[in-house]
């Protein structure tokens, strides 16, 4: 296969703009899209081999796994191996039950089911997950697995009919994804059905280069390049993906692959020295960055700052230029190192970590135990609190999609299906009007808050975490919950909508992403850059005006959120001083008065009689040096959400009357 320096130089382009991602740096909001563009050029890059191996009639599959396990196996494994001293060191119990796992599930090239079952990639957690990127490694592997034998057996049917059959597998697979981030996000995300369509991209580009080679064609290739950029800066976390939107990533790699000629702009700009430089050693660099980020972030009490993130992004290409060179090539070359030495070190290495993973999973207790032994006795009873706060962001029994059910009228799910809703009508006929508490996690909260207060007989939350009316797609209930309270006005008796309020902010320059917001609002950081996002206000106020015109709606306010780290509170005991840091509850005050004021400007149209509001600061009175934990309990589960005593708590604080209608 003829060398090209351009897809290197590609590489640069799909590995900076993700480990930027992972670093939180705001501007690329998208970069996540570099997994894709890696995925379009796996798929070109292994297609290309397999084709000249078939036609040369010199196909092995022992060949081929030969080399992928030079190419992949040392690198990996080094890292993985770096990471287990700072991880004995840093890592809280919990989180080194999950390392263990994690290290358990690369070593088998399953990561992705892993990730995919224990927790979303844009979670806020995931963010100290060391080994959380190598879920595509998995999903390349599971394609290396199959791929190659798939094209030995269906080669005896024509060159032809194998290129047209994975066009057709491509079309089911993006078809599957359409589906799949309207109805299981995380699966989609993940799971290599839903991301084969990305490797296939490059297997297609790969027949079309066997056949006609390389066509010089500046417009297409720079439109290609353009298309990759555009979502690297316009994409973010609330971009269904992989979906239709993938396309523009997918499309404008294989762009440039077909029409990117020595000769065209595009390679030139890619064969530059400085980007094939990086993408020479782009894998050691994707495995690098993110142990490197998530240790930053386990080991601070509060959130890293930006420059020392952007620092150890940069310290990701140095430590991948050593290992390039120190691991990667040594293994690569056969007359250093010979076939059955490489699958040696391999199968050894492979047998080690899963030994490692499997110790650190079953014996995790002792961990803890030995973990506690060195802690003060402020921070094992600190400890011993934070493990009886419930995890889950909803509570009260919550499974892990939130779905709850305290009785047969009293219950909190995802969305509203058909026996759903033909509960919620029974329910009605057996009780008369309920009530519906309805959004996003925090909603979840309220549910709790509520349910624990009272005992209303027909009580339902429609709920889901990281879902808003601005910002979600289909797969979020917003639009379901809204065509059945219009359909069915006389089932409520009231409405109650609340949803977290970073989501109703936004950095003062413009920049968008939740994901870097969660960071500003945690201890020390400042507050004065951040201020309400209008926009997503006027679309949220729209919804529940949508709603307001067939049912009394009472928007719950933005309560103020602590953010206040595991690690922190570990840091000062159950007896610290915890407080709300300077502005941060102001910030807060400032989106309640903005929302407040758009609710009343509004009350003056007719369909908007209906709703008001309350202010969960005022009502709630939160104060942290009592409200948030105590040497026998803690009220809330992470930084802004409450645990089931939290629920408790503060749920005795609403009106005797609040419910009634």
């Known amino acids: 296969m003829k060398y090209r320096s351009e897809i290197d130089g590609l590489r640069a382009v799909a590995v900076v703009p993700v480990i930027l991602f992972h670093a939180g740096s705001a501007p690329f909001s998208g970069g996540f899209v570099g997994v894709d ?27 081929f796994y030969e080399r992928r396990a030079r190419r992949i196996l040392p690198a990996l494994f080094f890292v993985m191996a770096c990471c287990l001293p700072f991880a004995w060191m840093w890592m809280l119990p919990n989180q080194m039950e999950d390392f263990a796992k ?15 079952k224990s ?4 979670a806020a957690e995931a963010d100290e997950q060391p080994l959380l990127h190598t879920w595509s490694l998995a999903v390349e592997e599971q394609y290396y697995l199959l791929f190659p034998i798939f094209l030995f057996l ?63 064609n500046n417009a297409l290739s720079l439109l290609g390049l353009a298309a990759i950029v555009y979502s690297i800066f316009m994409f973010d976390e609330h971009t269904p993906f992989p979906s239709l939107y993938a396309l523009a990533p997918v499309v404008g790699s294989v762009l440039i692959v077909l029409y990117a000629d020595k000769d065209t702009l595009a390679a030139k700009l890619l064969s530059t020295k400085a980007f094939v430089g990086i993408g020479l050693v782009s894998y050691s660099a994707y495995l690098w960055h993110q142990p490197l980020l998530a240790f930053a972030r386990i080991r601070s009490t509060e959130a890293p700052g930006q420059a020392l993130m952007l620092g150890l992004a940069a310290a990701s290409l140095v430590l991948a230029a050593f290992s390039w060179k120190y691991v990667e090539q040594p293994f690569r070359k056969r007359d250093r190192v010979d076939r059955k030495t490489i699958f040696s070190l391999s199968l050894a290495g492979g047998l080690v970590f899963v030994a490692i993973g499997v110790a650190g999973w079953q014996f995790s207790g002792r961990f803890e135990q030995h973990w506690l032994a060195r802690q003060s006795e402020s921070v094992r009873s600190t400890y011993a609190v934070l493990n009886r706060a419930n995890p889950e962001l909803s509570n009260f029994g919550a499974d892990e999609r939130g779905n709850q059910n305290l009785a047969e ?39 709790g808050v509520v349910a624990s207060r009272f005992d209303a007989p027909f009580l339902i939350g429609i709920t889901q975490g990281g879902c808003q009316p601005s910002t979600a797609g289909p797969y979020c209930h917003y639009d379901n919950v809204a065509a059945f309270v219009e359909a069915n006005p006389e089932v409520f008796g009231k409405i109650i909508y609340e949803e ?24 020390t950081d400042p507050v004065e850059n951040i201020e309400p996002d209008m926009e997503h206000i006027a679309a949220t106020l729209a919804y529940v005006k949508r709603l307001s015109e067939t049912v009394p709606v009472l928007w719950f306010l933005p309560r103020a959120e602590p953010h206040i780290g ?21 910030l807060f005050e400032r989106l309640e008065r ?47 959400h409450f645990s089931e005593t939290g629920e408790v708590l503060f749920g005795k604080r609403l009106p005797d009357d609040f419910i009634d209608f």
């Open 119 to 122: 927790s979303g990639y844009f």
């Open 102 to 116: 994690s290290i358990l599930a690369v070593t088998l090239f399953v990561s992705n089911f892993l990730f995919w």
């Open 566 to 586: 595991k690690n922190y509170v570990l840091r000062n005991g159950c007896e610290g001083n915890y407080f709300f840091r300077e502005g941060q509850y102001e």
């Open 37 to 63: 563009v890696f995925f379009v050029i796996s798929g070109y890059l292994i297609t290309t081999i397999l084709i000249d191996d078939l036609e040369a009639d010199r196909f092995s599959l022992v060949n």
């Open 154 to 216: 269906a080669w005896r049917f024509g060159k032809s009919r194998v290129y047209w059959m994975i066009v057709v597998f491509s079309v089911i697979s993006i078809a599957l994804a359409e589906w799949g981030w309207r109805n299981e996000p995380k699966a989609n995300f993940f799971l290599i059905p839903t991301r084969a369509w990305e490797l296939f991209a490059g297997s297609i580009a790969a027949f079309i280069v066997n056949k006609r080679g390389v066509q010089g």
């Open 500 to 523: 977290a309020g970073v989501f109703l902010l936004r950095e003062a320059d413009g920049t968008k992403g939740s994901r870097e917001m969660f960071s500003r609002l945690r201890l």
């Open 594 to 640: 903005v929302i407040r004021d758009a609710i009343d400007t509004a009350r003056d149209d007719a369909g908007l009689q209906t709703q008001t509001w309350l202010s969960q600061n005022e009502q709630f009175a939160f104060d942290l040096s009592k409200d948030y934990m105590t040497c026998d309990d803690i009220y809330w589960s992470d930084g802004d």
């Open 409 to 447: 009228c009293r219950f909190n799910t995802r969305n509203v299906d058909e026996a759903r809703g033909q509960r919620i009508l029974d329910c009605f006929e057996q009780h008369g009007p309920g009530v519906l508490i309805v959004g996003d996690s925090h909603a979840m909260d309220l549910y």
